[in-house]
């Protein structure tokens, strides 16, 4: 049995369970990565989504985290209950933009930061594309729906790919990760919000203060919401997916000038980015890793 096979017989399963427990659970619906079914109640709508990708079979809870209906069927499912801290819990907007970065704990290659511009009809039509977090979703998937996000909101997007050179230099600048996170955020919304009517931005919660546009007045009337994962709502989603694109493709460029580069932080990396300080000294490793890195530096001392 295939791994959509497999997926198919889980949100079954899910649907069963939900109907015997007196909730009433919409037909499966199938979607280009997911299978899902939809708890209707008069407030609010729950989506329980079965996912089906590199990583296996993933079960997602789409909805207000805080509402009873959300607890009640994550308990039944997981057979668990949410203890947790309540955090803000927003509606997603109608108009607004969503950002999110790609690379920041990798070694090798750029940080990029996209920004995406979202409506109530291109929500609507991401959606059904199955836009989501880009951490859940292979390299081809990434590859396909980057496109097709690309295709469906035209020019409502930003990107930054900061390369590890200017990195390198940035964060001598700022000499702090959060900060140069701000940096990069504020740069690809800033762009964005020059050619929209946008008046909300939302992100991931990376730093205490909010995020900040520098350089005009036009972030002053714009309502910052600063959220943990954030990717639940479309647009940041969307951004993961073109920012990790844009991530890849800058590996695949380096495979053209003959330098192979693993992703991630691992030994093995590590291994990778001695071997090039030894063979091409620190200029070249400076134009390929993030020197910043205490991996990095203790190469360096060997």
């Given at each position: 049995?295939?791994?959509?096979?497999?997926?198919?017989?889980?949100?079954?399963?899910?649907?069963?369970?939900?109907?015997?427990?007196?909730?009433?659970?919409?037909?499966?619906?199938?979607?280009?990565?997911?299978?899902?079914?939809?708890?209707?109640?008069?407030?609010?709508?729950?989506?329980?989504?079965?996912?089906?990708?590199?990583?296996?079979?993933?079960?997602?809870?789409?909805?207000?985290?805080?509402?009873?209906?959300?607890?009640?069927?994550?308990?039944?499912?997981?057979?668990?209950?949410?203890?947790?801290?309540?955090?803000?819990?927003?509606?997603?907007?109608?108009?607004?933009?969503?950002?999110?970065?790609?690379?920041?704990?990798?070694?090798?290659?750029?940080?990029?930061?996209?920004?995406?511009?979202?409506?109530?009809?291109?929500?609507?039509?991401?959606?059904?594309?199955?836009?989501?977090?880009?951490?859940?979703?292979?390299?081809?998937?990434?590859?396909?729906?980057?496109?097709?996000i690309e295709k469906t909101i035209g020019q409502n997007y930003e990107i930054v790919?900061?390369?590890?050179?200017?990195?390198?230099?940035?964060?001598?600048?700022?000499?702090?990760?959060?900060?140069?996170?701000?940096?990069?955020?504020?740069?690809?919304?800033?762009?964005?919000?020059?050619?929209?009517?946008?008046?909300?931005?939302?992100?991931?919660?990376?730093?205490?203060?909010?995020?900040?546009?520098?350089?005009?007045?036009?972030?002053?009337?714009?309502?910052?919401?600063?959220?943990?994962?954030?990717?639940?709502?479309?647009?940041?989603?969307?951004?993961?997916?073109?920012?990790?694109?844009?991530?890849?493709?800058?590996?695949?460029?380096?495979?053209?000038?003959?330098?192979?580069?693993?992703?991630?932080?691992?030994?093995?990396v590590a291994l990778k980015a001695g071997k090039i300080y030894r063979q091409s000294?620190?200029?070249?490793?400076?134009?390929?890793?993030?020197?910043?890195?205490?991996?990095?530096?203790?190469?360096?001392?060997?």
């Amino acid at each position: 049995m295939d791994i959509k096979a497999k997926a198919l017989r889980e949100i079954e399963k899910v649907k069963s369970l939900l109907n015997s427990e007196g909730l009433v659970a919409s037909a499966i619906s199938e979607k280009p990565y997911n299978y899902e079914v939809e708890i209707v109640s008069v407030k609010e709508k729950i989506k329980v989504q079965v996912y089906f990708g590199k990583k296996g079979i993933k079960k997602v809870i789409q909805g207000n985290m805080e509402s009873e209906l959300y607890q009640k069927i994550n308990g039944i499912i997981t057979n668990e209950l949410i203890l947790k801290f309540p955090n803000p819990v927003f509606d997603e907007p109608d108009n607004y933009i969503g950002s999110d970065e790609s690379g920041k704990g990798d070694i090798f290659g750029p940080l990029v930061t996209a920004a995406v511009h979202v409506t109530t009809e291109t929500i609507e039509k991401l959606d059904k594309l199955g836009v989501r977090d880009s951490k859940d979703l292979s390299e081809n998937q990434i590859t396909e729906l980057a496109y097709l996000i690309e295709k469906t909101i035209g020019q409502n997007y930003e990107i930054v790919l900061i390369t590890p050179a200017k990195y390198n230099e940035l964060y001598k600048k700022f000499k702090n990760l959060n900060k140069l996170l701000n940096w990069s955020h504020s740069k690809a919304i800033e762009n964005l919000l020059a050619r929209t009517n946008c008046q909300t931005v939302i992100t991931d919660k990376f730093e205490k203060k909010n995020l900040s546009i520098a350089g005009t007045g036009k972030g002053m009337n714009i309502k910052f919401i600063q959220t943990p994962k954030a990717e639940r709502f479309t647009a940041v989603a969307a951004a993961s997916i073109l920012a990790r694109n844009a991530f890849n493709r800058w590996f695949i460029s380096q495979r053209k000038t003959g330098y192979d580069l693993p992703k991630g932080a691992s030994e093995h990396v590590a291994l990778k980015a001695g071997k090039i300080y030894r063979q091409s000294g620190e200029e070249i490793l400076n134009n390929l890793a993030k020197m910043h890195f205490k991996t990095i530096k203790k190469i360096k001392l060997q």
